[in-house]
């Protein structure tokens, strides 16, 4: 069984909408929840960080983690073209072994 | 803001030949991390480092691969004798200390093993 599922879309939207992104893991010891985005050629880079369940917001950006049914998820309001990239869900328990699900691909119509 | 730098961003290597990959962490980060993501597939945990020794490494971090920290800044990941199968991109991240500090990723090394 796959630890963190993701579907990879790819998903297209246009300019202002709002794009939801999920995953499911099942690793009932992960904690430590986090949404990176990946350019094309590029590292991932931290968008939202959450630890245990809860909402986090951050600007256009809302992060929901509910432990109980071991699913998270990530919320781009407002969303723009140069949110078009690819979108990585990652876990981890106190290790801070991150295990990442194989990302969503995005795409914000003009 | 700072960054974890990666270089080169590009290594090309004859298979068997040995190769370095260089990261210089976040400057006063204390856990540092090596990732790799073959083309197509997802990110995958290899080692964590800290206080000068590895924390824990996956299956895949076998006698191949090796860690270091040679400097109060550099961290690096060797492998000794390439395969194929090593191409991929690899990721340095690093994590500040206590609890509760998320990773920040460099921007990777693309391994190619010809």
């Known amino acids: 069984q796959k630890e963190v599922e993701q579907d990879p879309g790819p998903l297209s939207v246009p300019e202002g909408a709002i794009v939801s992104l999920n995953c499911t893991y099942s690793?009932?010891?992960?904690?430590?929840f986090m949404w990176y985005r990946q350019y094309s050629r590029k590292g991932p880079e931290l968008l939202m960080y959450?630890?245990?369940?809860g909402n986090k917001e951050d600007g256009r950006f809302t992060a929901q983690v509910d432990k109980s049914s071991k699913y998270i998820s990530l919320f781009i309001r407002d969303s723009q073209p140069s949110d078009s990239a690819t979108y990585l869900c990652?876990?981890?328990?106190?290790?801070?072994?991150?295990?990442f699900g194989a990302g969503t691909t995005v795409t914000v119509r003009a | 803001e700072p960054e974890v730098t990666q270089t080169p961003s590009h290594q090309v290597t004859q298979m068997g030949q040995e190769v370095i990959l260089r990261c210089v962490p976040i400057?006063?980060?204390?856990?540092f991390y090596w990732y790799r993501q073959i083309l197509g597939q997802k990110v995958e945990f290899l080692v964590s480092?800290?206080?000068?020794?590895?924390?824990?490494k996956s299956e895949i971090f076998d006698d191949q691969f090796s860690v270091e920290r040679p400097d109060g800044s550099n961290f690096t990941l060797k492998i000794r004798s390439t395969k194929l199968e090593d191409s991929a991109m690899y990721f340095c991240?690093?994590?500040?200390?206590?609890?509760?500090?998320?990773?920040?990723f460099g921007d990777g090394t693309r391994l190619s093993i010809l």
């Open positions: 991240a690093s994590r500040g200390g206590g609890t509760n500090q998320p990773q920040h």
């Open positions: 690793n009932s010891a992960f904690q430590y």
């Open positions: 959450t630890y245990s369940s």
């Open positions: 990652a876990c981890s328990s106190n290790d801070y072994k991150l295990s």
């Open positions: 400057s006063n980060h204390l856990y």
């Open positions: 480092f800290y206080n000068n020794e590895i924390s824990e």
